[in-house]
């Protein structure tokens, strides 16, 4: 079975910090690694993915993540927090070989960050 | 385009009423699937279908009906509603493409109250 972990309920950091927000993941195979964000009284908005390919992947808003096969890790990050930053982020999974739950993505429990002016 | 789309965005219900929340999506996705959404819980897959007229379990199905009668469209049925199924539901569509590069787009949500 596939599971992710965010150990963090909460990340707080000043405006202008380089922010990290971490996931860690458990899949039988190749993972699909994703994160989303979620507004206030908002859906989920995709940021970036990792499917193959470099380890450092690019998202949206100038978020990254590092994908680290040998730490099962997919830390979200960005050089300088804004304010606006400020949201809830799921880290999420899929292992394509898995079978039946190959279509399923799986979500960690999310980390609120918040952006201190 | 308008994406996934939900409704309604806000119910209330009493214990025990039966109520549809419906979903649909006008990106021609064969993937669509129902998450809840509770504090400190993440988001929760209750059904998926991968195309008309297929559709499976996912981790909290009961309580929960769904069928796929048309591609565009993906209802969430509630039989018998309880208390604890006061949650925030969002519906989800994907594509798989090549190497399964997909992304999952979200509804905006639905919020859900039951006394």
């Known amino acids: 079975a596939q599971s992710v972990a965010q150990p963090e309920d909460q990340v707080n950091v000043a405006e202008g910090n380089p922010l990290t927000v971490k996931c860690t993941y458990s899949v039988s195979g190749n993972p699909y690694l994703f994160w989303y964000v979620q507004y206030p009284n908002r859906g989920l908005q995709f940021l970036l993915k990792y499917i193959t390919g470099d380890n450092l992947v690019k998202g949206s808003y100038g978020f990254e993540a590092e994908f680290n096969k040998s730490q099962t890790s997919f830390h979200l990050k960005k050089p300088s927090a804004l304010v606006s930053d400020s949201a809830l982020y799921f880290c999420a999974v899929r292992d394509p070989y898995s079978g039946a739950g190959s279509y399923q993505l799986t979500f960690g429990k999310g980390t609120k960050l918040s952006v201190i002016p | ?115």
């Open chain 2, 1 to 115: 385009n308008a994406g996934v789309t939900q409704t309604p965005k806000f119910q209330v219900l009493k214990t025990g009423q039966s109520m549809t929340l419906q979903c649909a999506q006008d990106m021609n996705h064969e993937y669509m699937s129902w998450y809840r959404q509770d504090p400190g819980m993440g988001l929760r897959l209750i059904h998926y279908s991968v195309g008309a007229g297929i559709t499976d379990q996912g981790e909290v199905p009961n309580g929960y009906n769904v069928s796929r009668s048309t591609t565009e469209d993906f209802p969430l049925r509630l039989l018998s509603a309880a208390p604890s199924q006061t949650s925030v539901y969002f519906c989800a569509s994907r594509s798989p493409g090549a190497l399964g590069t997909d992304t999952q787009y979200f509804g905006p949500g639905t919020r859900l109250t039951v006394l």
